[in-house]
């Protein structure tokens, strides 16, 4: 157990729990489900007016192009919303980086898009935790931080509050990259792995495909012979995924698209899924495995694949230097009279992506709740301060406040 310094209490004092509580009814009261391009421009305005009463300069930054694939096959330019930057002491020579998303899972024809109050201490809705209520202990924690007399020039940071977190971050990526590099750490406010607190440490990765199947199509009745199942050619493919999986590598065959009429063989297939690999050693194990696959399917159906994708969120290993990190977490916890634990977490989020940056992270540092990304979910309110007052801490303490 440690205590607090007298400067670390006041820092503490100062966060004002209503004022966040506030924030977060408001920003949750606008739908901004991840393809919702006008509910995002609204938030973001709103967002960059609250981050405003830090220092620094607030931008808006627009989103990188990202391509998908149509379930015909073609390749499609995906919209998305911009992103908010806050960069403060841009030159200072240590620095940190904090992020959050202000897009969440529910499109805007969604039912769940109200708030409620659940008890006195549990407010449900859209993003309370996932994670409006993680921005909103962002904002307060850099508040408090900046409030201590003692924030010294030597320190700055960037804040990244991108809208595209929830569909894998592709229209984030290149400016989470640009962002963490030279950070000497990173704090992402991803709600708790469990209601009580508990952090999550490794993470395994996530990559999404799609696999576009090109066969040729002739008459069922007439001709079959003369055609080449793009189904199911998808079909074998998505068994020999399958049978790719194992240990350390889960993959998911999700959605196969494609065929026509009952009497045409199918001339096109598109195959989706998803993998898992849990180190970067069963990255590489798959990267090994799908291109012979891939010819494997390709010749014993007499079909062409083209395969689109790869792997958004890389593992997320915890490195000695992240082991650090959250051990410094877990003692300002401590010194907070939290009890601060971690466990390793099959999700992804970009905390991910900043580890693979050599960058150690601490991604889930929003708010205590749960049932996220259903209708269920809930944010516990007692621990918007609560957080605040760890990040202000941990910032505090990183930046040789002790
Ligand atoms: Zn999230």
Redesign the pocket.
């Known amino acids: 157990m440690g205590t607090l310094a007298a400067t670390e209490a006041a820092l503490v004092e100062g966060i004002d729990a209503a004022q966040m509580l506030a924030n977060v009814e408001q920003w949750c009261a606008i739908n901004t489900g991840t393809r919702n391009i006008p509910g995002l421009a609204s938030q973001a305005a709103l967002l960059a007016d609250a981050f405003a009463e830090l220092p620094g300069e607030v931008r808006l930054v627009p989103a990188a192009p990202v391509e998908a694939i149509a379930a015909d096959g073609r390749a499609v330019q995906i919209e998305h919303g911009a992103h908010l930057v806050l960069s403060v002491r841009p030159h200072a020579p240590r620095r940190y980086l904090l992020t959050g998303?202000m897009d969440t899972v529910y499109p805007a024809d969604h039912p769940f898009q109200t708030l409620t109050w659940l008890d006195d201490e549990t407010l449900g809705g859209p993003g309370t935790a996932?994670?409006k209520g993680?921005i909103a202990v962002i904002l307060a924690a850099l508040k408090a931080f900046e409030a201590a007399s003692l924030v010294s020039p030597y320190v700055g940071y960037d804040v990244l509050i991108n809208s595209d977190?929830?569909t894998g971050s592709l229209a984030s990526a290149p400016l989470i990259a640009e962002l963490a590099r030279a950070k000497a750490a990173a704090l992402t406010y991803?709600?708790s792995a469990l209601p009580d607190g508990t952090l999550a440490g490794a993470r395994g990765g996530s990559g999404n495909y799609s696999a576009i199947v090109t066969g040729r199509s002739a008459h069922a009745g007439r001709n079959p012979q003369d055609g080449r199942n793009a189904v199911v050619a998808a079909a074998d493919l998505a068994l020999g995924l399958k049978a790719l999986s194992g240990d350390g590598l889960a993959i998911n065959p999700a959605r196969i698209d494609g065929g026509s009429a009952n009497n045409v063989v199918p001339d096109h297939a598109v195959l989706r899924f998803n993998i898992r690999p849990r180190g970067e050693e069963d990255a590489t194990r798959f990267a090994a495995a799908i291109g012979p696959l891939l010819r494997e399917v390709e010749l014993a159906h007499e079909v062409s694949i083209h395969l689109h994708g790869g792997i958004s969120r890389p593992p997320k290993p915890l490195t000695p230097e992240a082991e650090t990190l959250f051990e410094l977490v877990r003692k300002c916890g401590a010194a907070l009279g939290q009890s601060i634990r971690w466990q390793n977490s099959g999700g992804v989020?970009d905390g991910n992506n900043i580890a693979a940056l050599g960058v150690p992270v601490v991604d889930t540092m929003g708010v205590r709740g749960g049932a996220?990304h259903s209708p269920q979910e809930y944010m516990i309110v007692p621990s918007l301060a609560e957080r605040a007052a760890l990040s202000a801490l941990v910032l505090h303490r990183l930046s040789g406040g002790e």
């Open positions: 998303h996932d994670m993680g977190e929830e991803e709600p989020c996220i």
